[in-house]
């Protein structure tokens, strides 16, 4: 749907409904849909009890922080597993030779 003409309609997809600044997401898990959420797009602003807020400088800073440590705490993750799905093939491999 385009939505070049009518901004009161929303651009819609299978999950996710755009409202302006914010947008309606159908949160999916095992081909059920949970929760329909509230998502923010704009930046430096956050949902407090269905209303847009503007984020103080403090939180937009700790924000950025704490994404940065996530960052580096997945790709942590990724390897370790990768590791270890690469040795229990050698294991298995192994085993049957």
Excluded: C
């Excluded at 997809?13 to 997401?25: C, E, F, L, T």
């Excluded at 939180?59 to 950025?64: F, T």
């Amino acid at each position: 749907m385009d939505n070049d003409k009518d901004t009161d309609t929303p651009v819609k997809s299978v999950h996710r409904w755009d409202y302006g600044k914010v947008a309606v997401v159908d949160r999916v898990r095992g081909g059920l849909i949970q929760i329909k959420k509230l998502v923010n797009e704009t930046k430096g602003f956050k949902i407090v009890k269905g209303q847009l807020v503007k984020m103080t400088p403090d939180e937009m800073r700790a924000r950025k922080r704490g994404a940065r440590m996530a960052v580096r705490k997945r790709k942590a993750e990724k390897s370790q597993i990768h590791r270890n799905y690469e040795k229990s093939l050698r294991i298995r491999g192994a085993r049957l030779s």
